[in-house]
C-alpha cells in the first residue's frame, strides 16, 4: 500500500477524548464533506471533512458518525454510517469500504448503510437532551459554499425545534491541537518526504528553467515517496514573485541572479507538512542576498528560542516584530529615527514582514486551535518569518515545523538544508 494507515486505536481513543467532553444526555453527529462538481458532469476530488477523520480515519464520502455515550442500548452508544457499494459504483467508481473493513479501520464495532441514518436518528434523538453538531469555526474559514454538515444543521433544527444544540467546534480545537505520539510520526513521514522532495530539487534548479518544472519534479518525488500529493498548492515564486505571498500560478521562467522561493511539501496519512526555502537561481547568494536571508535565518532561530509553552500567540508576534525592526535596520530599509516615530503597530516593518510568524499544523496546514489559549507542549507549530523587498527583487521566507517539547522544542525538520553555505554547496 501506498500509504501507511492509522491505527483504529488512535481514532477510538481520540472519541474516547470527545466523549468525556460532552455534557450529560446528549448525542454528536459529524457528516462528511460533499463531493463538489466542478463543469458538466465532473466533480473536484474529494477531501474529507477534517474533524470526522480525526475520529473515525474514513476518507470516503457520505460518512456520518454518530456518538452518544447514554443511550439506553449499548449498540446505540457509537454508530458509522457508511455508503454501500451496489453494482454500478463498484464498476464506474469501485467497491467502498465494507462494514467490516470500516470496523477495523475505526474501531466501530456498529457499522450501519447511510440510507438507515434518518430512521436511527430519529428514535435517538428524542432520548437527548442535547445535540452537538460541528461548524468551520476556522477564523479565517470562507463558508460561502454550504457544506453538508451545515445543511443537516437546519434539518435537524427544523425536525427537533426544542432541543439544546451544542457547538463541536470548540471541543475538537482543543482536542485537536495537542498531537499524539503517532499523529507525531506521520507528521514527520511528510517532513521526510518535503525533505526528499527538496534535495531532488536543489541540484536541478537552473536559469531557464520554468516554475512549473520544479513544482513537478517535487510532485514526481512526493507521489513515488508514498505521499497523495502536495499538502497545499504549492508556491514556486522566482524573482519578483517570491514578493507576492501567495503567488501560486508557478508559470514564469527562472532568471539568472534572481532568488527562488519554494513553499511547498507533502502530506502523508492526512498529516501535513509545510516548509519553505528560498535558494539562488545561479547556486550562489549575491552577498545582498545573503546578507538578507540571514537576518530571515536568526529571526527563525530567535522565534525558535521564545516559542515556548506559556506565551499567547499575540506576545510571541509582537516579540518578533520588535527582533525584525532591528534586523530591518541593520539591513538599511530604515533607520533608527524613523523607528522610533512610527506607531506601536510597526508599519514600517509591516511594509517589510507583513505575515504572521507561526500557526498552528496538523490535519489542515493552518490547523484548528482554542480561540485564545497559549502554547503549550505537544502542539506542533510552523516558524515562518520573511523579508520582503520588491524594490530590489528579493523576497526571502524561511520556514520548519516545530514540536512545542516540555523543555526545548524539536525541529521536524532539522536535517532539510537551510544554512546557505549547504544550500550553495548541494546546488553545485
Not at 500560478?249 to 528560498?278: F, I, P, S
Not at 520588535?322 to 506601536?344: D, Y
Not at 516593518?349 to 503549550?376: C, E, I, N, Q, W
Request: charged letters at 25%; one cysteine or more.
Amino acid at each position: 500500500m501506498r500509504t501507511k494507515l492509522p491505527s483504529a486505536s488512535l481514532f477510538t481513543k481520540h472519541r474516547e477524548n470527545l466523549t468525556t467532553m460532552l455534557e450529560p444526555a446528549s448525542l454528536a453527529i459529524i457528516h462528511s464533506n460533499d463531493v463538489y462538481p466542478s463543469n458538466a458532469d465532473a466533480t473536484l476530488p474529494f477531501k474529507q471533512s477534517n474533524d470526522l477523520f480525526y475520529l473515525t480515519g474514513i476518507a470516503q464520502e457520505e460518512t456520518v458518525l454518530l456518538v452518544f455515550p447514554e443511550a439506553h442500548d449499548p449498540a446505540d452508544r457509537e454508530i458509522l454510517f457508511v455508503r454501500e457499494t451496489n453494482e454500478f459504483i463498484a464498476v464506474w467508481e469501485g467497491a467502498k469500504l465494507t462494514k467490516e473493513q470500516a470496523t477495523g479501520r475505526t474501531g466501530i464495532s456498529r457499522v450501519e448503510w447511510v440510507s438507515n441514518f434518518d430512521n436511527i436518528f430519529n428514535r435517538l434523538a428524542p432520548q437527548a437532551e442535547n445535540i452537538y453538531l460541528t461548524t468551520n469555526e476556522h477564523p479565517r474559514a470562507d463558508v460561502t459554499v454550504e457544506s453538508r454538515n451545515a445543511r443537516f444543521i437546519k434539518e435537524c433544527q427544523g425536525r427537533f425545534p426544542l432541543h439544546n444544540y451544542k457547538r463541536l467546534a470548540p471541543l475538537l480545537h482543543k482536542l485537536r491541537v495537542i498531537k499524539s505520539a503517532e499523529e507525531i510520526e506521520f507528521t514527520k513521514e511528510a517532513c521526510r518526504i518535503t525533505e526528499a522532495g527538496f534535495r531532488r530539487v536543489l541540484p536541478f534548479v537552473k536559469p531557464g528553467l520554468g516554475e512549473w518544472e520544479v513544482e513537478a519534479e517535487f510532485i514526481h518525488e512526493f507521489i513515488k515517496s508514498g505521499s497523495r500529493g502536495f499538502a497545499y498548492t504549492p508556491i514556486i515564486a522566482g524573482g519578483k514573485n517570491a514578493c507576492v505571498l501567495h503567488y501560486i500560478t508557478n508559470d514564469q521562467k527562472l532568471v539568472a541572479g534572481d532568488l527562488l522561493l519554494m513553499d511547498v511539501a507533502a502530506e502523508y496519512g492526512g498529516w501535513n507538512a509545510d516548509m519553505t526555502r528560498t535558494i539562488p537561481v545561479s547556486g550562489k547568494f549575491s552577498p545582498r542576498q545573503r546578507e538578507v536571508y540571514e537576518a530571515v535565518l536568526r529571526i527563525m532561530k530567535f522565534a525558535n528560542s521564545i516559542l515556548r509553552p506559556g506565551i499567547f500567540i499575540a506576545d510571541f508576534q509582537a516579540s518578533i516584530l520588535s527582533e525584525m525592526e532591528k534586523e530591518l535596520i541593520a539591513l538599511g530599509l530604515f533607520t533608527e529615527e524613523q523607528a522610533a516615530a512610527q506607531p506601536a503597530t510597526k508599519p514600517l516593518v509591516r511594509k517589510y514582514f507583513m505575515h504572521g510568524t507561526s500557526h498552528h499544523l496538523g490535519l489542515d496546514v493552518h490547523d484548528v486551535s482554542p480561540s485564545h489559549g497559549p502554547v503549550a507542549a505537544g502542539m506542533v507549530f510552523t516558524i515562518e518569518p520573511g523579508i520582503y523587498i520588491p524594490g530590489e527583487n528579493i523576497g526571502i521566507r524561511l520556514e520548519n515545523n516545530y514540536l512545542i517539547g516540555e523543555t526545548e522544542n524539536t525541529d521536524l525538520m532539522a536535517s532539510i538544508p537551510l544554512d546557505p553555505d549547504e544550500i550553495e554547496a548541494l546546488m553545485s
